[in-house]
């Protein structure tokens, strides 16, 4: 079992930059595949990013390749999500997930852990 909680989100003008980070409790969360997605009012939970296990692959939803980067420290039990550039388009909740196989995915049905969500807002 694992519990994760995001932190990190807030209100930010368009061309800023925030710091998410997902903190998982569980001594099984070096093996996990992690995930971020978002979800805009009125719209359905997206995709945004992906790590395997160890963190030496990732993948990136179109829409924040080049301005996102995904990591994690599995010494500090931790996933980050770095936005940098951001746009107004960028307004959601994020959320982090963490499924059981190392493997990442880009799916959130493969997904088993999910934390409660913390808003990022992007002002123009």
């Known amino acids: 079992q694992v519990q994760l909680v995001e932190s990190g989100g807030g209100l930010v003008q368009a061309g800023d930059s925030l710091r998410l980070s997902c903190a998982a409790s569980g001594d099984t969360f070096s093996s996990y595949g992690m995930g971020w997605f978002r979800q805009a009012p009125g719209k359905e939970r997206e995709f945004v990013a992906a790590i395997n296990w160890y963190g030496g692959s990732t993948r990136y939803a179109n829409s924040v390749r080049g301005r996102f980067t995904i990591s994690r420290d599995n010494a500090k039990n931790t996933i980050y999500l770095q936005m940098n550039n951001l746009i107004p388009e960028d307004t959601a909740v994020y959320y982090c997930?963490?499924?059981?196989?190392?493997?990442?995915?880009?799916?959130?049905?493969?997904?088993?852990?999910w934390g409660q969500g913390t808003q990022v807002t992007v002002s123009s």
């Open positions: 997930a963490g499924r059981a196989s190392g493997a990442l995915s880009i799916s959130r049905y493969d997904y088993t852990y």
